[in-house]
């Protein structure tokens, strides 16, 4: 039988060299043809490796940029944002919950109110729902997302659906925008000022100075919704794009979530998901924040004038704040989910080249892309969308794996109950 099994197999490898070296010849090329030869797990098989129906789910949508979306055949979903300037707490448990304990000496280092350095708290400028153009009443935050912390509400679309967004600058000596990932927009919605040759009449959406007002409107073609190998639903992100390295640090970013057309809910939501989560990894540093001599000023005994304290290492270090949806040490709140239920989790990344960021789930896994992993990898403005369904109840560690990152609190816990 071993004897038969090896004439078969050098029998169908034989006729696949065969097959390589006509086609070699022909293309100029030495790779192999992926034919009958095609290893299925572990064993060689015979079916093609791409069938048609599958060459055909690949090919590039050529039709216009607004895809295969008829005018007014979707709904336009209106949000009210403005940049609100708030007091933000890194760590408002006020102890590292990772470890149920005071925060010790390595630690303090990030998170400690001294004389000469600001601690866990920091004026930030942040993304905030109203519920009309009043801007009177902030929406409230339910529960489901009390975990977003610094990141802008999540803005939720479907393909061929419009999103509008009515910004509201609330700082009252800063201009700041709101720039779109993915979505298609004219050069009025884009939400960033540049040698673009556009006239000033399309220039109000890259700077909306304080206490001014800027409407968005961005259109959701095919081509902004999930690929061939995405799931139901990807992230994408919005951040403030006037001084983009300050306006991020200071905390302009929020996440979109487009879901693919008959996929979604009423509200946007994609229907064959029960829960889902949304992570920014990222190591603000409140060196390079608009809001850093202010934070100065109100929480410290020094000011920007002591010029030794802003060029020493160490002050600058403790300002480098390694926050998952900006909180450290653990105390990030509202991570639950359910055992069974079909769980999204969305990934963003920021910063700048320290931020190299390994997102790592304790007790579960989850598939990216088809593949099976438990670590994802997240650069600066990565976006990625990985799904599970938690099967292992108990409270879990989720964090960055990079070393460095650990130690300076790059952690959180989320539960399955
Ligand atoms: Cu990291």
């Known amino acids: ?11 169908s490898l034989s006729v696949g060299l065969i097959q390589e070296s006509e086609a070699a010849k022909g293309q100029g090329v030495g790779l192999p043809q992926i034919g009958s030869n095609k290893v299925c797990g572990d064993r060689l098989c015979s079916e093609p490796a791409i069938s048609h129906s599958s060459q055909k789910e690949y090919q590039i949508d050529t039709t216009s940029q607004t895809g295969e979306c008829k005018s007014n055949e979707g709904t336009t979903r209106t949000f009210y944002i403005a940049a609100d300037e708030v007091e933000w707490d890194y760590a408002p448990l006020g102890l590292n919950q990772m470890k149920a304990h005071e925060f010790n000496e390595d630690e303090n280092v990030f998170v400690e109110n001294t004389p000469d350095r600001i601690g866990s708290k920091y004026i930030k400028a942040l993304y905030r729902e109203y519920t009309d153009e ?7 935050r339910t529960s489901e997302w009390q975990h977003l912390g610094t990141l802008g509400p999540i803005i939720h679309a479907e ?19 709101v720039h779109p990932h993915g979505v298609f927009y004219d050069k009025d919605s884009e939400g960033s000022e540049y040698n673009d040759g556009t006239s000033v009449n399309n220039r109000s959406d ?18 902004a919704g999930p ?29 979109i979530v487009i879901t693919s057309k008959g996929m979604a809910d009423s509200t946007g939501r994609p229907m064959d998901v029960d829960r889902e989560m949304v992570s920014l990894f990222t190591v603000s540093d409140e060196n390079s924040s ?4 202010e934070n100065l000023e109100k929480f410290t005994d020094e000011t920007c004038d002591n010029e030794k304290l ?12 390694h926050g998952i949806n900006g909180y450290v040490y653990g105390n990030l709140p509202g991570q639950t989910v359910q055992k069974g239920e079909h769980v999204r989790w969305y990934l963003i990344g920021m910063g700048t080249e320290v931020d190299l960021h390994t997102p790592h789930w ?16 997240l650069m600066p403005a990565s976006l990625k969308t990985v799904d599970f369904i938690p099967d292992n109840v108990g409270t879990w560690m989720f964090h960055c794996h990079v070393n460095d990152h650990i130690s300076a609190g790059m952690m959180s816990l989320f539960k399955v109950i």
């Open 310 to 321: 802003i060029e020493d290492d160490d002050f600058a270090e403790s300002n480098l704040m």
């Open 227 to 255: 690929g061939p190998n995405d799931p139901s639903s990807i992230v994408w992100m919005y951040h403030s794009h006037v001084d983009s390295p300050m306006d991020t640090n200071s905390g302009l970013v929020g996440p």
């Open 134 to 140: 009043t801007f009177s009443k902030l929406k409230p």
């Open 290 to 293: 608009h809001y850093l001599c």
């Open 362 to 377: 304790h007790g579960n896994t989850v598939l990216w892309n088809g593949m099976r992993v438990d670590v994802m990898e």
């Open 206 to 223: 890259g700077i909306v100075a304080p206490g001014q007002i800027h409407t968005y409107n961005w259109s959701v073609p095919q081509r």
């Open 1 to 11: 039988m071993l004897i038969a099994l090896s004439v078969t197999l050098l029998g």
């Open 159 to 177: 393909v061929c659906d419009a999103i509008k967004v009515v910004f509201k600058n609330n700082s009252d000596e800063l201009n700041y925008s």
